[in-house]
């Protein structure tokens, strides 16, 4: 026997997002929850499981991904400039280095050698 009634909340927060942009077509997910914003008590959670994105939520998704990789390069790139108004992804990177030596240094006054 199933009981009926009316959900008990007011507010649907999405709270988790999970893109995957390796795999095509992309997959998206998020979970929301959803909340009495008068008791504060969550009385659910639902997935994204048959939500089509909008296109809106899809521009904005691609422009989170570009940002996120703009702070990614500047942890992990050497040589990135970042030029709004230029290329697609808004990166420029410079030409590799020669290699690892060119970051240790080849003398005892660079690097302590072990």
Known sequence: MSIRGT???????VGLLSA???????RIRATAALVN?????THGFVSSE???????????LRALRES??????????VGVQDDAAGQQSGLQIGSP???LSEHLGS??????QV
């Not at 959900?7 to 927060?13: G, Q, T, Y």
């Not at 995957?20 to 992309?26: G, L, M, N, R, T």
């Not at 003398?107 to 302590?112: T, V």
């Open 68 to 77: 996120m990789e703009k702070d990614f390069a500047r942890v992990h790139l």
């Open 107 to 112: 003398s005892e006054s660079d690097a302590r």
């Open 37 to 41: 914003s008068k008791t504060s008590s």
């Open 97 to 99: 280095p020669a290699g």
């Open 20 to 26: 995957d942009w390796f795999k095509q077509p992309e």
């Open 7 to 13: 959900l008990n909340c007011d507010v649907l927060a």
């Open 50 to 60: 048959g939500v089509k994105w909008s296109d809106e939520t899809l521009k904005l």
